[in-house]
């Protein structure tokens, strides 16, 4: 694999790749030092465009976990803010020798555009482009309801048939969209429910079913409801009336995480807005995933930064 | 020992482990390769709500020189600074596997919160919280006093029958307070000198004499006399007429600074005003710790880490 | 070598010498782990007062790949933004034990006042200060032209009659006047060309040609064709009358690069403004330099460290 830049352009056989290594990787985590030699010497560099402590930190810790050195550049401040092109910044970061860039864009596609353009021989990870993909943070998902389902008897499996329900702002949503391809590819089956202003216009090459009435979604039984964060400028411009009304209708309040049937489990990609989309029972209790989520993510990023920059990646 | 919150929990055995194994770590300044491998592998959250470059630099620059991995995580900009709860900041952090955090914090008892919790077992450290506490800038001090006075000698004692005169603003001072407990619990005796509107309502519970004239505090001879930075804001606040009137009353200016006697030091836990509460002649002289006290502050963190994160932590 | 804080005061054999270690730094980017333990224990404090994003990550990957911690430390936001005092910043970087400070900062002068003051012992590194020196750079510079005369058998020569026109905003450059004495030391022959409001009042005693017409200039065929950055905030302060009117005179277009010398190369410092000051055939074409000049700047920048960090250091 040369670069991560959405989980649309993933094979099966790629996805379980990843989250089998991951699967290693999530070992590391367990030994005495808790600390591989594998990535000495490389470089790895946190290009974010906007700011995501969350995401930053957990590459970092993967990095540094794999031994890379790390480099944060954050755009605000310096030279690309006063305009300087993506481009040249793809060029200054290659001369400087870096092997990995991890970039956070507010426009979707600006990951693809870096890889695609010869500026820079890197490995680029894609950490969330817009409204368009945010693949570390569908693999996590994947690699956590895989874990929940299979235990230590995850690895080589895809999701088939695993049921899950995507509920929130589908229209903004990189999340969403990574999730959908992703899952779609490792066979499962998905549904979004959302408010009907903030599902996008045309949903008619998605594989999923799309729907707004998250009581019936709950009554189906999922596998897995996966709540997304709502922004509160959605809000501002009138995509919902209030937070008391979204809550009321989309959130998963007590009374719906008590209807979720028992071997149901709800994930939230973070951070929480407790008691809007999620309620604290729902985000605090044994089904939920969070905390897992977050520590997967490093086992995800370090599978990914191996598969990247390591001397197994792929020729040019 | 298994979080360092307060240095008013601490035994005075506590203590004293503490401030000798602090002077090991001085002497690992001087080797050849200034860095100890015990730390290899864990991983060192700087976790600030508030703006301290010198707080954070010194204890990044003591994690990586016990060979731990820090990550600096600023809430500014962040999802904290969206709203995100402590808990789930928390929580986030440990799961992505801190073994360690430092956190300053602009509301008192943070630190405790987040310790008490359960919602994270890395060891945790006070790095100022509020007006409460900054325990090792009290540890710092306490390391600097035994120095002076003992040298090579130190390792083992207290600070017994030390007399320590700390002036300025005691209200706001979370070094003032750390400094306290912590002389106090080490066999000092601890006078306060400050304006009347600086001193809190009631001290009545406090191990210390609460005094106003530093005059004759000076002539009283103290072994130490601590000067505290006096912040601008104050005196916007009209805690005290203006900066002149302050530095009459409650600076170390060069002529009450003649005065001492001579055995006396001078601290001051930096940033100086020079010129308001401390005199340029008084800073820079010979019995001024204020460069030793940040040398020592290195070696303390270190201390600190090292109990906290290493094997022969506590159990829980 | 102490410290390296201006081009003016190197002799032609130290700047040789610093050529040609960096010439071997550039031999461990090709490497399988490109990294060296040489600075293992170190600690490299970039202490800058204004950002600058490139050229703090081209010392902090210079610093990582000799195996050195490396401490950022933005001015903003830190008690030196409240008004600490230059000493008493570097008496606290002493005392933490850097090895080495990487400083930048508006103040002309700034790093001299640091390396001669007495106030810290450690190797001082002058990154930019105000209109005055970037020595780092000027060294990349020579060492850029140095390898596209010579190739591999570089090493131990200077630029003896090599012809070097410097094109743009002379008053304000630090990159010029850098330029400008390494340049005449090693034996190349400057021109300056500006508008006349952007070349400074007396510059009888500089070793170069001043002139303004850059078609003249590029007409008489250097072997270097320099261009610096233009600032935005130049035009506003009416140096010059609009962007276009500064491209017209004094921009290296299309049609002008296209009467270059055959031989002739094309640098620029970073970060440029394509369509400005050069155009982006120009920029991006085999003569342009530019991004050797960031390759070169971290190989520069690892003979700089090594120079005054290692154990090979002048005595005090």
């Given at each position: 694999m040369?670069?991560l830049?959405?989980t649309?352009?993933l094979t099966r056989d790629e996805a379980i790749t990843l989250l089998d290594i991951a699967e290693d990787?999530?070992?590391?985590?367990?030994?005495?030092?808790?600390?591989?030699?594998?990535?000495?010497?490389?470089?790895?560099?946190?290009?974010?465009?906007?700011?995501?402590?969350?995401?930053?930190?957990?590459?970092?810790?993967?990095?540094?976990?794999?031994?890379?050195?790390?480099?944060?550049?954050?755009?605000?401040?310096?030279?690309?803010?006063?305009?300087?092109?993506?481009?040249?910044?793809?060029?200054?970061?290659?001369?400087?020798?870096?092997?990995?860039?991890?970039?956070?864009?507010?426009?979707?596609?600006?990951?693809?555009?870096?890889?695609?353009?010869?500026?820079?021989?890197?490995?680029?990870?894609?950490?969330?482009?817009?409204?368009?993909?945010?693949p570390?943070?569908a693999l996590l998902?994947a690699f956590?309801i895989r874990r929940?389902l299979h235990?230590?008897a995850s690895r080589g499996r895809g999701l088939d048939?695993v049921?899950?329900?995507?509920?929130?702002?589908?229209?903004?949503?990189?999340?969403?969209?990574?999730?959908?391809?992703l899952l779609d590819t490792l066979g499962a089956?998905?549904?979004?429910?959302?408010?009907?202003?903030?599902?996008?216009?045309?949903?008619?090459?998605?594989?999923?079913?799309?729907?707004?009435?998250?009581?019936?979604?709950?009554?189906?039984?999922?596998?897995?409801?996966?709540?997304?964060?709502?922004?509160?400028?959605?809000?501002?411009?009138?995509?919902?009336?209030?937070?008391?009304?979204?809550?009321?209708?989309?959130?998963?309040?007590?009374?719906?995480?008590?209807?979720?049937?028992?071997?149901?489990?709800?994930?939230?990609?973070?951070?929480?807005?407790?008691?809007?989309?999620?309620?604290?029972?729902?985000?605090?209790?044994?089904?939920?995933?969070?905390?897992?989520?977050?520590?997967?993510?490093?086992?995800v990023?370090?599978a990914a930064?191996?598969l990247?920059?390591?001397?197994?990646?792929?020729?040019?």
């Amino acid at each position: 694999m040369r670069h991560l830049l959405s989980t649309k352009s993933l094979t099966r056989d790629e996805a379980i790749t990843l989250l089998d290594i991951a699967e290693d990787m999530a070992d590391v985590a367990n030994r005495e030092v808790k600390k591989l030699p594998t990535l000495r010497g490389k470089t790895v560099v946190n290009l974010f465009f906007e700011d995501s402590t969350r995401t930053r930190i957990s590459f970092e810790a993967a990095a540094k976990r794999l031994s890379a050195d790390v480099i944060n550049f954050s755009a605000k401040g310096s030279s690309v803010s006063k305009g300087e092109s993506l481009k040249d910044t793809a060029q200054t970061l290659a001369a400087m020798g870096a092997d990995g860039v991890v970039i956070r864009h507010p426009a979707s596609g600006a990951p693809q555009v870096l890889a695609g353009s010869g500026w820079i021989d890197a490995g680029i990870i894609n950490a969330g482009d817009g409204t368009h993909e945010h693949p570390t943070q569908a693999l996590l998902d994947a690699f956590t309801i895989r874990r929940r389902l299979h235990g230590t008897a995850s690895r080589g499996r895809g999701l088939d048939g695993v049921t899950v329900t995507i509920v929130g702002d589908i229209l903004h949503s990189r999340v969403a969209r990574s999730n959908l391809w992703l899952l779609d590819t490792l066979g499962a089956q998905v549904t979004f429910i959302a408010p009907p202003t903030l599902v996008p216009a045309d949903t008619s090459a998605w594989p999923a079913t799309i729907g707004y009435d998250l009581d019936a979604a709950i009554d189906a039984g999922p596998d897995v409801v996966m709540m997304l964060r709502i922004q509160a400028e959605r809000m501002n411009a009138a995509f919902f009336p209030n937070s008391r009304e979204y809550s009321r209708r989309w959130g998963l309040d007590d009374e719906r995480f008590a209807r979720l049937s028992s071997h149901s489990i709800v994930m939230h990609p973070g951070p929480m807005n407790r008691g809007l989309e999620i309620s604290s029972a729902a985000a605090d209790s044994e089904r939920s995933t969070v905390r897992e989520q977050v520590a997967n993510g490093v086992s995800v990023r370090m599978a990914a930064l191996y598969l990247l920059l390591s001397g197994d990646r792929e020729e040019h």
